[in-house]
Each structure stands twice: as structure tokens, then as C-alpha cells.
């Protein structure tokens, strides 16, 4: 959708759990020396200023990010996140937030590849300025969901594929399914991350729905809420579908996820689901 920002976003609660498995995935397939192929549908401007004035009209980091930037209880998993954040920042203070490519580009070694799209003009200009002359890294000016399958299967054949649209067409929610099912007829032994938001319940019963009867194996959903479920505007929990997890991800979640659910919870509301929505 044009009209989407994620500067208005960056930092809050769905970020924090977003980045956080983002991380492990990646650091989990750089174990071995072998190239990894990442792809993100959806990038965004990549870098976000966090005393801008789209980040302080709801200032959502300072529910996020912001409750985890001083602690000394970290989960390692939480710690990795944190501190990545942090060399991104000067003199501690808490002033940018690095979005998925960054990230990533902060992850890549020199084998790797980092494949970009973004449809919004502005956007894309900004993430072009984020994140420089980087051979390892192309910029697409481009519908991700759309044009992102030509890609697949990488020469590497090892891939990362994140998908994260701003769900503010109701569409997408189908749409997303679709092209998950594609992407994995062409490459089956990817990982794939689902991103999605909680704001009409129903919509994530029939994504998931979806995916469950797909025909696609080894799916687990990994949901972090901070309020119940409501029918009033506004997100209330979001999560991240993985497909073809790695085997550690459960065991770090299963620590990480309630913790997060104590720090970022509102009132004593939060919660947080782990489920296998299908078996290897």
C-alpha cells in the first residue's frame, strides 16, 4: 500500500519479536560457510530516526525497543537483538532504529546476498541512502509479493525470504498464502518468515487455516500479545510463520516469548503462543 509509513512503527512491540527471530534464522544458516540468498518483500527505508517527527507522533519505540534498551536481564537471544541495535546508535543514546535491511545487511558476510524491494518512491530512496554501495546488496523498486518469485530457486540455494506487508489491504491476508504456496513449489528447502499483525482475529484463523491445509510441512507460529483481543482499532499481538524453522528456534522462543510478555505486556495482559501449525 502507498500510503503506508513504517516510520509511524518502527521500534514498537512487533518489531522487537520480528528482529529478534530474524537474527537467529540468519545466524543459524550462517553456520555453515556455504552463500545464503536473503530476500524482504517489503523493505522499507531501512533506517528510521527515532526523534523524527513520524516516530514521535506515537513514539510505539518507547513501548518496545525502548523497555529493553537499559535492562541487564536480557535473554541471549533478546541480547543479540539489542546490542545490534546499539552499534547503530552513538554515545548509547537511543536516537535510530535499523528496520530488516539493515539488519540483515549488518548479518551478511561476504558470500552473501541481500535482495530488496520496495514499491513506495520515498521509501525506496531512503533505503537506497541507508544502505549504500553494498555489491552484496540490490535494490528493487517493485511490488515484492509480486515480482520477488523470479528469484527463486537462488543460485545459492540456500535462502532466507521475509515477508512483511503492511496488511492494510484485506487482501493481503490471501495473498500472502498464495505466495508462500508458490514460493515454496519453486523452493522447498528455504526458510520462510510470515510477519503478521492481530487486529481482527478472524483473519489470522483463515491465514492460517490456509497454510495448514497448503500441503506445505514444518510451519510453527511463534505470537507475541501485549492486550486481548478486541474488536476496537489497533494491533493487539502480532507474529512471525516460520517455514522450515531451524530445529533451536522452539527452545530459545519457549524462554524468550514470556519474558517479552512480562517487559512489553500492557498491565499484565500480554500473552504469547508457540504452535506447530504443521509437522515436518
Known sequence: MLSYRHAFHAGNFADVLKHIILIQLFEYLSKKDQPICCIDTHAGAGDYVLDSAYALKNSE??????????????????????????????????????????????????????????????????????????????????????????????????????????????????????????????????????????????????????LQTSGIKNIQLFELGIAADSDEYGMTASGLIIINPPWTLTTQMQTVLPWLVEVLGNNGAGSYRIQTLVAE
Open 61 to 210: 519505540f518507547a513501548s518496545g525497543i525502548g523497555r529493553l534498551w537499559s535492562r541487564q536481564d536480557l535473554p541471549d537471544a533478546v541480547a543479540s537483538y539489542v546490542e545490534l541495535i546499539k552499534r547503530a546508535n552513538n554515545n548509547g543514546k537511543m536516537t535510530h532504529y535499523l528496520g530488516s535491511p539493515l539488519i540483515i545487511q549488518q548479518l551478511l558476510r561476504k558470500q552473501d546476498r541481500l535482495c530488496l524491494y520496495e514499491l513506495h518512491s520515498t521509501e525506496v530512496d531512503l533505503l537506497a541512502t541507508a544502505i549504500g554501495r553494498d555489491k552484496r546488496v540490490k535494490i528493487f523498486h517493485a511490488d515484492g509479493l509480486k515480482n520477488s518469485l523470479g528469484l527463486l530457486p537462488p543460485q545459492e540455494r540456500r535462502g532466507l525470504i521475509l515477508i512483511d506487508p503492511s496488511y492494510e489491504l484485506k487482501t493481503d491476508y490471501v495473498d500472502v498464502a498464495n505466495t508462500l504456496c508458490a514460493m515454496h513449489k519453486r523452493f522447498a528447502t528455504g526458510t520462510y518468515a510470515l510477519w503478521y499483525p492481530v487486529v481482527d482475529r478472524r483473519r489470522n484463523q483463515a491465514l492460517e487455516r490456509a
